[in-house]
Structures are given as C-alpha cells and as structure tokens.
C-alpha cells in the first residue's frame, strides 16, 4: 500500500513526522524514527539533460511567462537586513537570515509565483560533514576572533538552494578587424666608434604589417551558468565551481524538504544580458583566432542571438551568517563538493600580540648578536 499524502508533504510512513531530504542517501530520511525512504524518479545519469524553455518565447510574452510555485505549500520570507527572500516549507521555519545573520522579523507568507525551478542538484554533502569542513576551516583561520569561531560553532549552518539561471543560445558573430604580420627590417644607426668619430652599422628590427581583415563565426553554447543571487559576492560564489550539471534532476518539492531556497534576485532577462557578457568573452577569442596571424585588432563584433532557451536551477549549499562586531560574517560551503568558501576576518588583538612577538624576537636576536 502506498502511503497516503497530502501534497509537497512527506510524512513518515512509520511514525508520520515530515520527512526531509538526506544528502547522504540521496532519498528522504525521517528525523524522528530514522527511517529512509527511495525517492521515485530519480533519473539514471546521462540522459539528465533537462528540457530548456524558449527564451524568446518567454521575453515575448512578457506577462505570459510560465510562473509556478516550488511547492503547494511553500511560504517566504524577505530579509529587512540584507534583501533576500527565502522560500521554505512548512514544518522548516524561516529562522534567522541565511544570508547575513538578521533576525527575521516578518511574518512568512504564502510565496509568490515564480519562474518555477527545472532542475535541482541535490544536496550530497550532509549537515555534519559540512559543519566538520567549515570547523576545520575556521581552525586554519588562526586570525579569527576567537568570539566569532565560538559562534560560527554554536549557530551552524543551513542547507540554502541558490537560484541560477542556465542558458543556451546559438551564436553567429560578423566581425571586422586587423591582422598584423610581423616581420624583420634591418635598420641603420650611427655610433659613436669609441675614437671620436662616428660609424654605422645595422640591426634587425621587428616590425608589424597590418591587412584589414572581417568574417564570421559562430559556436553553440551550452548551459552558460548566471548566478541569479546577489546575497553571496560574486567572487566567493565563482570560487564554489566547479557544480556537476550533468548530474541535475527534474525538479521535485521532495529535494526541498528541510532545506530552504532563495527566490531569484536576477531576472530572466538580464540574467541573459550577463550570460552575453560570459558568451562575448568566448566569442572574442574566437574572432582572434579566426583573422590569425601574429597580432589582431578587432574593430567591430555583431553578435546574433538565436535559439536562445533557458532553465531555472537550484544549487545547493550549506551557509551560515553571524553578525559580529557590526559586521556580516558569510560561510559558504558547496554542498556538492564540500568546498569552503568564506571570509577571513582579522582580530586586532592576535595580529597586534603577533607583531609584539617578533619585535621581541628581533630584538633578542640583535642583543645576543651585540655579545
Ligand atoms: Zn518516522
Ligand atoms: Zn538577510
């Protein structure tokens, strides 16, 4: 018999507490009686690709746009402090502010529609593991106020799936330049022949020959990977890749269970205004190539976009905030990967005790030298 249940719910078929999703298992765990669950549908890798929307489509239709909900249920909350908005289902609470430690003070309330989620990579890393890696790496940070590694200890960290936004477009790019040729000339220069007098000689000099130069490329991109959250800098978020996308799932409120997830702060549109930016980079390497030669000077690009789809994903980590001394204190861990990313903060005292400590050091080294 297969149990009954209400939806985007997952009660527990021996004991009917929520159910929330096990990083390890890669299956729903109870918390209460410890008994795990297969989840159905998790497709075989490699034939994972998830099916992309029209970008077009969807920029055309403006209004029309295909929003959904991450689940019947789900309920958000904005942070006054920082911005972000956090989605979440009900038994999770929306607890302090992943993103930068705040209380949250606003009640939470049904969440609003939204591009709905295509795909998800699972959580792999579990709590623990995660909280062990981020232990370990706040003990390499000998820096660190201590006062803050005790918070870091005590308040933990939480499972936060981060929204991006995957694009694919079909590319053909005229462009008009230059190629430059190098070749040798031999120049003649006048001395000074070391008696007073003057003398000549040659050398090989190496000169540049420029020819005009224009065509057109074109490339295929595959899944240009935009953060569409701004709650995590940007460098600390890049720092996280690499995420396996050839293992992302159909979406499924089940991943969710236990876990938060932040609503987009990038739209759809300028999410593809950046994924240009990524995609012009490649292409101007491509046109470098392309007109060859020694050097090249690119005067003129006119990039066509065409075919362009997109997918809404969810990436997992595990975060933790703390408000210390007035400041934002972020740790980040990838929670496919266990990769570590956060920022370093100084203790004025250890730093001041630390240079006291080799003033010291040098200053002994300089009187036994004396005698
Ligand atoms: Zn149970
Ligand atoms: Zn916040």
Known sequence: MTPTRKPDRFPCPGCSGDMAFDP????????????????????????????PHSLDEFLAKGDGAPLGSLSAQSLEVSCSGCGAV??????????????????????????????????????????????????????????????????ARQEGISGVYLPFWDYDSDTVSRYTGQRGQHYWETETYTEDDGRGGRVQRTRQVQRTAWYPAAGEVSRQFEDV??????????????????????????????????????????????????????????????VRRDIGGDEQIISSIDTQFSNNMFRHLLLPVWIGAYRFQGRVFQVVVNARTGEVQGE??????????????????VALIVYLGKN
């Open 24 to 51: 390890q298992t890669g299956g729903m765990k109870c918390p209460f009686c410890g008994r795990t669950e297969a989840l159905p549908a998790t497709p075989a890798k490699g034939d994972t690709r998830l099916q």
């Open 225 to 286: 990977l935009i953060a569409a959250s701004k709650s995590i800098p940007e460098p600390r978020l890049d720092a996280l890749e690499p995420w396996d996308l050839e293992s992302t799932c159909p979406y499924e409120p089940a991943y969710l269970a236990g876990f938060k997830a932040q609503r987009y702060q990038v739209e759809l549109p300028g999410g593809f205004d950046k994924a240009k930016q990524v995609m012009g980079n490649v292409i101007e390497q491509d």
């Open 86 to 151: 956090v989605v979440f289902d009900p038994p999770q609470v929306a607890g302090n502010c992943s993103f930068c430690g705040a209380n949250l003070v606003a009640q939470p309330k049904a969440a609003d529609p939204l591009v709905a989620p295509d795909g998800v990579l699972p959580a792999k890393v579990p709590k623990e593991t995660a909280q062990a890696e981020v232990r370990q790496w706040l003990q390499t940070r000998w820096f660190a106020p201590n006062a803050l590694k005790r918070m």
């Open 344 to 361: 370093r903060p100084f203790s004025a005292v250890k730093i001041t005790l630390l240079v006291m400590v080799i003033l010291a050091i």
